[in-house]
């Protein structure tokens, strides 16, 4: 590849990342490409947005709970304010509120955030689905078929 600055070819290797959350630094040492020539660093969306979750778990796990936290944790997700109210039942108001130390944020609401901060680091969507299906519920067949050998699921009526 090139560099878009100057035309060199950059080179890969590692480059420091850091972020001041809560008060809190993390930094980490993530692949990049650099221009030896400028000094011009590229990282892909992927390896920034894992550091990204990446700071957002150690916040959860620390169980640190202030707005701002909460609020780059949604953004580490990749969630707007009213994605990630009807995802836990309230309003993007209250998000708003819980995100500027307004209110406090209940610890079922900070432990579904830091549930989904796990799947996104594992590439799963397992509590955002069940979270969807629980607001908008789905009738289920009054005979359902569970195949364990296959995983398979066969619904009678």
């Given at each position: 590849m090139k560099c878009t600055g100057c035309g060199n070819r950059l080179v890969k290797g590692t480059e420091k990342v850091s972020r001041t959350i809560g008060g809190h630094s993390f930094t980490a040492e993530i692949p990049?490409?650099?221009?030896?020539?400028?000094?011009?660093?590229?990282?892909t969306l992927h390896d920034l947005e894992q550091f990204e979750l990446s700071v957002a778990r150690s916040l959860a796990l620390a169980g640190a709970s202030s707005g701002e936290v909460f609020k780059f944790q949604r953004k580490a997700?990749?969630?707007?304010?009213?994605?990630?109210?009807?995802?836990?039942?309230?309003?993007?108001?209250?998000?708003?509120?819980?995100?500027?130390?307004?209110?406090?944020?209940?610890?079922?609401?900070l432990a579904v955030v830091g549930t989904l901060v796990e799947d996104a680091l594992g590439d799963r969507t397992d509590t955002a689905s069940k979270l969807r299906a629980l607001a908008k519920p789905k009738k289920l067949a009054k005979q359902i078929r569970l195949d364990f050998a296959t995983g398979d699921v066969q619904k009678r009526a």
């Open positions: 990049a490409l650099k221009c030896s020539r400028c000094g011009e660093v590229q990282f997700l990749g969630l707007k304010a009213t994605e990630l109210g009807e995802l836990l039942d309230a309003t993007p108001e209250t998000i708003s509120r819980w995100e500027t130390g307004q209110r406090e944020i209940p610890r079922a609401a």
